[in-house]
């Protein structure tokens, strides 16, 4: 039997494996402090050493990075005539679950990178892992811009394709 992977499953199983690594300390220093880390004080005064410690650029490339690859989903969005992907996502009963796989298979190797990144530059700063934390700011540095990105790359492309003029051949 032969196992194939894929780069996107490297990637990902990299981000878990570094997930599982890093548990057991988090675990010790929950049952150590009883502190759970996620939305507390410290959470957020850590937040602001992020911002202007190693990794910060990675606060402007990683939405950077899932803008870029919105705007090729947004093309074919509009494209295919598709609402924006927000409005889609709220108000659709029966795609919701396509629409949240689509666009999952498009940036799950940014949303495994920046979990991986968020866990070293914990570590680049503060000398300890919170993989908590990594899992709920990894994904938002991603998913967020992609979203916004990708409904305004459809409603920006499909206001173009109406508003263009016609060629007539004379």
Do not use: W
């Not at 049952?31 to 937040?47: A, N, Q, S, V």
């Not at 679950?97 to 570590?123: G, K």
């Amino acid at each position: 039997m032969k196992i194939s992977f894929s780069r996107r499953s490297i990637l990902a199983a990299l981000a878990i494996a570094i997930i599982l690594l890093t548990l057991p300390a988090a675990i010790s220093r929950l049952l150590r402090t009883g502190d759970l880390y996620l939305f507390t004080r410290h959470f957020f005064e850590d937040m602001a050493a992020r911002l202007s410690g190693p990794g910060r650029l990675r606060f402007i490339l990683q939405p950077i990075a899932a803008a870029l690859v919105c705007i090729r989903d947004g093309k074919k969005d509009a494209r295919y005539g598709c609402p924006p992907f927000l409005l889609a996502l709220a108000y659709s009963k029966t795609d919701k679950p396509n629409l949240l796989r689509n666009a999952l298979a498009s940036i799950r190797d940014l949303i495994a990178i920046a979990i991986i990144l968020d866990l070293v530059s914990q570590f680049l700063i503060f000398r300890e892992v919170h993989p908590g934390a990594a899992l709920l700011m990894g994904p938002v540095l991603i998913a967020v811009p992609y979203a916004v990105s990708r409904a305004l790359a459809n409603r920006i492309l499909r206001r173009r394709s109406q508003q263009a003029p016609a060629i007539h051949p004379s």
